[in-house]
């Protein structure tokens, strides 16, 4: 049997088996749209951690940060960062937002924000920015599992179709199990994950260069300056550096698939809980980095897209295919799982607070699943890209959600206003000058968020909301 379809067996089995057990498990739940979207709001800590790892750790976790520690070097550690930051944000606000979701009977954010700001026009609008984030978020799971099909096939596969089907198989899935369905089948993937990126941090290290130290010395030996950040506004440097935490963890829990999450736990204390040892889970992020970096020495001169394959690369070069086969597995649950919470939060979105009608929830799984099937044939772009552009976009949701909670004189006006040039100013950076750094290095998504904060609050001090809603709780 040859090497590619050795592990191409492997990782076929282990995603069936994976979706088999997590249909299992949900067989006798009834799929109306309270189980659907937000699992009967019964998640307690323990599941409600297994979902969030689920969906927040995903392909780029897996092969997008080793990509960029092999690319960049030291501006990877954003990565190890922001999610830590994101959490003890979300700390202090996410609790409230669960509270006042299971008192109302929300969903999802537009959800939220029309009932805070009583505007349904404003809902609207954020549902449909979330749905067409969402669906080049998707993409970035494709992509990530077209590397590592295509390498795990040895390159003798036509990827194109194997991540068609997979991901069709995945979008069936997600129309029969709902949220619970993914929350169980992340038991699974975060299990393979775990034990892939401990032989990656751990074991290659040791086995190419005899400890984690040597494998240091020698990047600095080969690549001088690459393990630490350049000064002040040089390109991907301090300022760049602190200004990408900053927006990233700010819009950490903006997308569609976290209001589900949030909305699916049943009890403030599981939200609180899960915010303080959350931050546990980004040691995975550690030995990712560590595989980049030994990659970076035992494979070099990789560019481009290339940089993200170099991880598995490293694989398929010096270990048997059951190696590349298991790896593969994890790394594809780790896209596939994360593309199914954020089909079914695109659907959510689209059929509650779009077209007005939760019914239509479950068809729209499949709609948004050809949607993001034919955005990613024709869209090139490497993991750290999608993911810049989707957090670019997402994070000017995030001063109308907190204020929401804690200030009452903020109208939809000004929310709206300040999503609207935020959104703007994001675009003219990323798509009319091809930048990720704005002036001395700043992240240009902070620059758009400034402008919005700064718009929101002089529309707020100029007219402020005459009638404020209920009592916050």
């Known amino acids: 049997m040859s090497p590619a379809i050795q592990a191409i067996l492997i990782i076929a089995a282990i995603v069936l088996g994976t979706i088999a057990f997590a249909l299992y498990s949900v067989r006798h739940f009834k799929m109306e749209p309270q189980e659907f979207i937000v699992g009967g709001r019964s998640f307690g800590s323990v599941l409600l951690w297994i979902l969030l790892a689920g969906e927040i750790y995903t392909s780029f976790t897996f092969l997008g940060a080793a990509g960029y520690a092999y690319q960049r070097g030291a501006p990877s550690y954003y990565i190890l960062a922001y999610g830590t930051v994101g959490y003890v944000i979300a700390y202090f606000y996410l609790p409230r937002v669960w509270k006042i979701g299971k008192e109302r009977g929300l969903m999802t954010w537009p959800d939220f924000l029309i009932d805070r700001y009583g505007s349904k026009t404003l809902g609207i609008g954020v549902a449909l920015l979330q749905f067409f984030l969402a669906v080049p978020y998707i993409t970035l799971q494709l992509s990530g599992l077209r590397t590592i099909l295509s390498i795990a096939g040895y390159n003798m596969l036509n990827t194109t179709v194997e991540v068609s089907i997979a991901f069709l198989l995945i979008a069936l899935f997600v129309f029969t199990a709902g949220i619970r369905g993914t929350a169980w089948a992340s038991v699974v993937k975060d299990t393979l994950v775990l034990g892939a990126v401990l032989f990656a941090g751990v074991y290659l290290p040791l086995h190419f260069f005899g400890s984690s130290g040597a494998m240091f010395a020698r990047v600095a030996q080969v690549h001088p300056h690459w393990l630490w950040l350049h000064p002040g506004d040089a390109p991907f440097g301090v300022n760049w550096y602190v200004t990408t935490v900053t927006l990233t963890a700010i ?19 599981a939200v609180r809980r899960n915010m303080i040892y959350m931050p546990l889970y980004q040691i995975v992020v550690i030995f990712v ?14 560019k481009g897209s ?11 070069k010096y270990f048997p295919p059951f190696v590349v086969g298991l790896v593969g597995a994890a790394g594809c649950l780790a896209g596939l799982l994360p593309a199914s919470a954020l089909l079914m939060g695109a659907a959510s979105i689209f059929s509650r607070n779009v077209a007005g009608n939760t019914r239509f929830v479950r068809p729209m799984v499949l709609v948004c699943a050809v949607l993001a099937l034919i955005l990613w044939l024709f869209l090139s772009s490497n993991l750290v890209d999608l993911l810049l552009f989707y957090y670019n976009g997402i994070t000017q949701l995030a001063p109308g959600m907190i204020l929401a909670v804690y200030w009452r004189r903020v109208s939809a006006w000004a929310v709206g206003a300040g999503i ?32 919005n904060v700064a718009v929101l609050l002089l529309i707020t001090w100029v007219a402020p909301r005459r009638q404020p809603e209920a009592a916050l709780t």
Do not use: C, H, R, W
Not at 290 to 297: D, E, K, N, Q
């Open 306 to 316: 290339q940089g993200d394959q170099s991880f598995l690369l490293l694989l398929q």
């Open 289 to 302: 980095l560590l595989a980049g970096f030994t990659a970076l020495i035992v494979t070099p001169g990789l």
């Open 251 to 269: 819009g950490f829990f903006m997308g569609p698939a976290n209001a589900q999450a949030v909305f699916s736990a049943k009890s403030e204390d």
């Open 420 to 451: 609207v040039t935020g959104e703007l100013i994001a675009l003219y950076f990323l798509e009319f000058l091809k930048s990720t750094s704005g002036p001395y290095g700043i992240n240009p998504g902070l620059i758009a968020l400034a402008a």
